[in-house]
């Protein structure tokens, strides 16, 4: 197991078990209570945990990992998920992005096809999430609309009334959604109600609704609701999606694409 396996492992028990101590860390990992206190005095110093006498808790009751840790996390899946959704979108179109790790290659994604290396615009790109902007706004050929509001340093994402005033006023032809969780029933959904809020205004604007989500991120709930089924067009995922919960979705009108 290499150093950043380890590191990830160690932040995913901190996530399910709300805490960590030092021995039962190193009993689930298999190495020394010496590397794993070695391990939580680094990701300390990275923001990541704070460290405790035994061992780390997280960050405030409600704990989520940063983006620039959460894009290393299932990326082989992310990058087919978002080449497959960059490839549904044509020339010209007004895209909607939410901020998230799989939104963030969607928009890579379509930084690199050729088809959109010019233009006037070769596309339109509206978003509320500042590291996307600041990664296409280089490319002269893509028209970048960035919403005002209050930024998350989780996310990078920015949220409010200000961000919901600029939408408010704007036509999408595509909006990709980045989720926390996408049930069948439920919905698509998110762990905060303020991106929420944002992204649901971000559907009514649009189109057409896409769904970038890994497979773990189906067929689960989560705290606040972006929108119901009915209102995601197509839904793009990796191949790890049960048939079973495909065909729930394909029932509730939504074409799912397994890449």
């Known amino acids: 197991m290499t150093r950043k396996e380890r590191w990830q492992r160690l932040l995913d028990l901190l996530v399910e078990r709300g805490g ?3 021995e039962p860390a190193a ?17 300390a110093e990275q923001q990541l945990l704070v ?62 096809r050729p088809d959109l290396a010019t233009g006037s615009p070769a596309l339109t790109v509206v ?31 920015l ?22 969780a996408f049930d069948p029933t439920d919905g698509a959904a998110t762990r905060h109600e303020d991106e929420a809020a944002v992204n649901h205004l971000l559907c009514e604007r649009a189109r057409r609704v896409i769904v970038a989500a890994d497979s773990s991120k189906l067929g689960v709930r ?14 793009v995922t990796d191949t790890g999606l049960p048939a079973g919960v495909a065909a729930e979705f394909e029932a509730a009108g939504v074409q799912v694409v397994r890449v």
């Open 20 to 22: 960590l101590e030092v």
């Open 27 to 43: 009993e689930a990992l298999g190495v020394s209570a010496a590397t794993i206190r070695r391990d939580l005095d680094q990701l």
């Open 51 to 112: 460290r405790t006498r035994g061992g780390a808790v997280p960050h405030g009751v409600s704990y989520e990992l940063p983006l620039r840790y959460r894009s290393s996390r299932r990326a082989a899946e992310k990058q087919r998920i978002s080449e497959a959704v960059a490839a549904l979108v044509a020339p010209g179109e007004v895209v909607g992005l939410t901020g998230g790790t799989t939104t963030t290659e969607v928009a890579r994604a379509l930084a690199a």
């Open 127 to 157: 978003t509320n999430a500042l590291n996307i902007a600041g990664e296409l706004v280089i490319r002269p050929q893509f028209k970048i609309v960035l919403t005002g509001g209050v930024a998350r340093p989780q996310s990078y994402e």
């Open 159 to 180: 949220t409010g009334p200000l961000a919901q005033q600029t939408l408010g006023q704007l036509t999408v032809d595509t909006a990709v959604l980045g989720v926390d």
């Open 222 to 235: 989560a705290f606040a609701r972006i929108c119901p089924t009915a209102a995601v067009d197509v839904l």
